[in-house]
């Protein structure tokens, strides 16, 4: 704007010397011409910024929806709306009375597996004596040899089933992945938890982002990295300044806005 201006004055000064000119040819003529004095003004090019102004709100910077692997009866809650939990802290507690029987049965069936694969082992020993002394023949040998194999596989089956149990256990006690607050609690005790259905909400608070609807028409003057001025107008004197993390590039379909997150 500031470029335009001493234009102007060039432009209405000529103008007027021009008029005067006009109206005294026979003079001017006569005279021979006559200096004109003018001021020179130097124009120089400069990056006006542009301000795009938008509404926005404060979201959590992480919103992490909790939920179990196990399907079962809520036991326990341990923590309730607007709660604030460290990295760890119990969260939900759910019934585990069948894995534990589970657990039981599958220590008796390594028990039994650790019985039958020692016994199959003696046997082998057995057979190779015989077989060195010539009285069992290979194929013999061989048999109690596969049989040893099995028992040894079917120990190893029993103690796998042992640590799926383990980890099934491990699911019914739910901890917090992350320090924050629990936004929401949709479960209680007696509830039937499935995996994946949240039970509850928690988001990270220790940092919040910024996300501003911009118009169609001002989104494409934004990328990350431009500055930021933030005005929390629920907080008296709460002014920040940002740099734009991102622009998300689909519109929202109602508003036809973008998103401007920071």
Not at 94 to 104: N, P, R, Y
Not at 123 to 152: N, P
Request: glycine share 8%; hydrophobic share 45%.
């Amino acid at each position: 704007m500031s470029t335009m201006k001493p234009k102007m004055l060039v432009i209405l000064a000529l103008t007027v010397v021009v008029a005067a000119g006009c109206g005294k040819q026979e003079d001017a003529g006569a005279a021979g011409g006559k200096d004109v004095r003018a001021e020179i003004l130097r124009v120089d090019r400069v990056e006006v910024p542009r301000l795009v102004t938008a509404s926005g709100s404060l979201e959590a910077f992480r919103t992490v929806m909790i939920s179990t692997r196990m399907m079962g009866w809520v036991k326990q809650v341990h923590v309730e709306a607007g709660q604030t939990v460290a990295q760890g802290d119990p969260l939900v507690s759910i019934d585990d009375t069948d894995l534990i029987a589970k657990k039981a049965q599958a220590r008796a069936g390594i028990v039994e597996a650790e019985t039958v694969l020692a016994s199959a082992e003696r046997m082998v020993g057995r057979f190779e004596r015989l077989y060195a002394e010539k009285s069992v023949s290979k194929s013999q040998l061989e048999e109690v040899q596969t049989g040893r194999d099995r028992a040894a596989a079917g120990l190893d089956m029993a103690k796998a089933a042992l640590r799926e149990v383990n980890v099934h256990l491990s699911y019914v006690e739910i901890k917090a992945p992350v320090a924050g607050l629990v936004a929401r609690r949709m479960t209680d005790p007696g509830d039937m938890a499935n995996p994946g259905v949240p039970l509850l909400q928690l988001e990270q608070a220790d940092q919040v982002k910024v996300v501003a609807h911009v118009g169609e028409k001002d989104v494409s003057n934004l990328v990350a990295g431009d500055v930021l001025t933030v005005d929390v107008t629920s907080l008296p004197g709460a002014v920040f300044e940002t740099t734009i993390a991102r622009v998300v590039p689909a519109a929202n379909p109602g508003s036809r806005t973008y998103d401007v997150e920071a």
